[in-house]
C-alpha cells in the first residue's frame, strides 16, 4: 500500500509530507486549494505525463516521491526484471527539472519513465473526472465484464488459439503470395532460357557476327572498285585506256615519217597497251578471288536482326544474355516448391479456425454468464447508492472473430422507471456517472490485485443522502483496497479513517500549499466548513461531532474529555 506521498515545489506546494492509512483516505479543501495539484503529483510518479509549467517558480525543480509498503509479489518480480531487489519496500520517485527534463528513480535507482508507469498501474488505480470515459466508450464495457468475471482461463486459452491462428493465416498469406511472385517469376526465367536456346546464342557471337557482317561490306565496295578500275582499262567501250593507247599508237605511226624517233614512241605506246591489259586481267582476278556472297551475307545480317530483337527485348548485350541464360537455369532449379507446405497450412488453419470458433463461443457463453451476475452485483451497489428504480442490462452482440473474441457488451441503463434501456454513454447526468462509476469499481474491487484506488471526486454532481451512501460504500471499500479520495462533501469525509486538509495560505508574498493530517477536533471543525462555510456554527459544529463519533466509535473518548 501507499504509505506516504512527499511532494517539493510542485507548483504551489513548496514542501510537503503526506502519511496516509491503510483504508479510508479523505483530502478537502476550498476550491482552488491545491487539490488538482496533488493529484497531477501522484500521477507523476506513477509515470504519466508531465510538462515543465508544473515546476514552482522560481525553483529549478519539482521532486515527488510515494513510499510503498508490502508491495505485492507481482510488483516484486516486475522490480526484479529491472534488476532492483526489494524486502516489501519501493520508493518511487520523480524530479521534473524547469527546463523540460525529467529523472526517475526507484529504491533511489535511475530508472526509466516507462518503468515507473508500469509499476504504477499495478499499484494504483485512479478514477478521475475525466476517467468517467471508460463508461462513455461501449468498446471498454466488456473488458469491465471480464475483470469482474476474475476467471481468464478461457480468454487465455482463446487468445492463444486465435493467435497461433493468425501466424498460420499469415505464414499461408505470405507463402501464397511468394508462390504467385515465384510463379511469375518462373515463368520469365522460362521464358528467357527458352528465347535463348531457341535462336542458340553463344558467347561471343554478336561481336563475331557484327565483325563478319563489317568485313563483307567492306569486301563488296573493293570488288566495285576493281572492276570499275578493269572496266576503265579495257572494256567494250572505245573510251577504255587501251583503246586510247592504240589511237596514240596508230597516230604516231600514220606520221613515222615526219615523228623522229617514232618508231620507239609506237614501241612504248605498245608496250603500255599491254601492261594496261595485264593490270585489267590482274584487277578482275582480284574481284573474281573476292565475290561477295550474298548467301552468306543474307544469313549473318538475318542472324544479326534476330540476336538485336531478343537483346533490345531483354534490354541488355548478348553476352549478357547468354549469362542471364544461365542464370536463370540454376535460378530455376533451386527455386522452392510451397505446394505442400500450402497444402499442409490449409488444413492447419482450417482445423484452427473451428478449436478457435469452438473457444469464442465457449468463451461467448461464458460472458453472457458473467454479465448477468455483474449486472446483478452492479444493481445491488447501485440501489444502495440511492438509485433504486435503476435497471441494468448487457447488450451482448456477435460478430467477426477478433483477439477478444467474438462478443461486443454495451451497458445499457434505465436511471428511472418507465424509461426504456439506452446505451451507458446516453446517461447526462453527472452524479449519476459517478456513482455508476463507483459501482463498477465496488463490483470488481475484490477482482484485482491493484491494492490501491484514487478517487477525485468521485462526488460530482450528488448531494444529500446519494452523498452520503457513496462515503459508506468508500469506506466499505477501503476495507479490502486503500482508499485515497478528494471530495467536497461532508458526508464523505466523515466516513474517512484518515482526514488531510489542503489549504492555500500566503508567506513572504508568495501563495503555498500545504497538506495537514487533522485530528479529532481538526476533523470537526474540516466537517463543519464544509457543511455550512466559514467559519461554521456551534451547532454545525456539534452536528459534525456527533457525526463523527457516530460513524468513529473510537473518538468517543475523546469527545467525553
Known amino acids: 500500500m501507499l504509505t506516504e506521498i512527499y511532494i517539493e515545489n510542485l507548483a504551489v506546494i513548496e514542501k510537503a509530507r503526506i502519511p496516509l492509512c491503510g483504508n479510508f483516505n479523505v483530502f478537502t479543501g476550498e476550491t482552488g486549494a491545491g487539490k488538482s495539484i496533488l493529484i497531477h503529483g501522484i500521477n507523476a510518479v506513477l509515470g504519466q505525463r508531465v510538462t515543465k509549467d508544473i515546476v514552482r517558480t522560481g525553483c529549478d525543480k519539482a521532486v515527488i516521491s510515494a513510499l510503498f509498503q508490502n508491495i505485492d509479489d507481482n510488483v516484486k518480480e516486475a522490480l526484479s526484471e529491472f534488476g532492483i531487489e526489494s524486502d516489501g519496500e519501493l520508493l518511487l520517485t520523480r524530479e521534473i527539472l524547469a527546463d523540460g527534463g525529467s529523472i526517475a528513480r526507484i529504491n533511489h535507482k535511475t530508472a526509466t519513465i516507462g518503468a515507473l508507469k508500469r509499476l504504477g498501474e499495478m499499484l494504483i488505480d485512479i478514477h478521475g473526472q475525466h476517467d468517467t470515459q471508460i463508461l462513455m466508450s461501449s468498446d471498454r464495457h466488456m473488458e469491465i465484464i471480464d475483470r469482474f468475471g ?46 535463348v536456346e531457341e535462336i542458340g546464342l553463344k558467347i561471343g557471337e554478336e561481336d563475331e557476327i557484327a565483325n563478319s557482317l563489317e568485313r563483307l561490306m567492306k569486301s563488296e565496295n573493293i570488288i566495285t572498285a576493281l572492276k570499275f578500275a578493269a572496266s576503265a582499262i579495257d572494256n567494250d567501250d572505245s573510251a577504255n585506256a587501251v583503246s586510247l593507247i592504240q589511237d596514240a599508237a596508230g597516230a604516231v605511226d600514220s606520221q613515222s615519217d615526219y615523228i623522229e624517233d617514232s618508231e620507239e614512241l609506237v614501241s612504248r605506246l605498245k608496250t603500255t597497251e599491254l601492261e594496261l591489259r595485264d593490270i585489267s586481267e590482274t584487277l578482275r582476278n582480284l574481284a573474281e578471288d573476292m565475290e561477295l556472297d550474298e548467301m552468306k551475307l543474307a544469313k549473318l545480317q538475318s542472324r ?37 507446405e500450402i497444402k499442409q497450412l490449409r488444413r492447419e488453419k482450417s482445423e484452427l479456425l473451428t478449436e478457435v470458433s469452438n473457444r469464442a463461443k465457449a468463451l461467448s457463453s461464458y460472458r453472457i454468464e458473467t454479465a448477468k451476475r455483474f ?87 450528488v448531494s444529500g443522502r446519494a452523498a452520503q451512501k457513496i462515503g459508506i460504500k468508500l469506506s466499505e471499500l477501503g476495507s479490502v483496497r486503500q482508499v485515497l479520495c478528494v471530495t467536497h462533501l461532508s458526508q464523505i469525509g466523515i466516513m474517512a479513517e484518515n482526514h488531510l486538509k489542503i489549504e492555500k495560505h500566503q508567506e513572504n508574498g508568495r501563495t503555498s500549499t500545504k497538506v495537514t493530517t487533522l485530528d479529532f477536533e481538526g476533523r470537526v471543525y474540516e466537517i463543519g466548513r464544509i457543511m455550512c462555510g466559514e467559519p461554521p456554527s456551534e451547532l454545525i459544529l456539534k452536528s459534525a461531532r456527533e457525526e463523527l463519533i457516530k460513524q468513529h466509535p473510537r473518538f468517543a473518548k475523546e469527545n467525553e474529555n
Do not use: W
Open 375 to 461: 449486472t446483478n452485483c452492479v444493481l445491488e451497489q447501485l440501489q444502495f447508492l440511492d438509485m433504486p428504480g435503476v435497471r441494468l442490462e448487457v447488450a451482448h452482440r456477435v460478430g467477426k472473430l477478433t483477439l477478444q473474441g467474438m462478443d461486443s457488451m454495451e451497458l445499457m441503463i434505465s436511471a428511472n422507471k418507465g424509461e426504456s434501456l439506452k446505451p451507458l454513454a446516453k446517461i447526462a447526468s453527472g452524479g449519476e456517472l459517478s456513482r455508476i462509476m463507483l459501482a463498477l469499481k465496488c463490483a470488481i474491487a475484490d477482482k484485482d490485485s491493484i491494492p490501491t484506488m484514487i478517487f477525485d471526486e468521485i462526488d460530482t454532481g
Open 150 to 195: 476474475g476467471d481468464d482461463s478461457l480468454l487465455n486459452s482463446y487468445q492463444e488459439s486465435f493467435k497461433t491462428l493468425q501466424k498460420k493465416a499469415k505464414r499461408l498469406s505470405q507463402l501464397v503470395k511468394q508462390d504467385q511472385q515465384q510463379q511469375k517469376k518462373s515463368d520469365y526465367l522460362k521464358n528467357l532460357v527458352s528465347d
Open 304 to 340: 544479326s536482326n534476330a540476336i538485336r530483337e531478343l537483346t533490345r527485348s531483354y534490354v541488355c548485350t548478348g553476352d549478357e544474355l547468354v549469362k542471364r541464360c544461365e542464370e536463370a537455369k540454376a535460378a530455376l532449379k533451386d527455386m522452392q516448391d510451397n505446394e505442400e
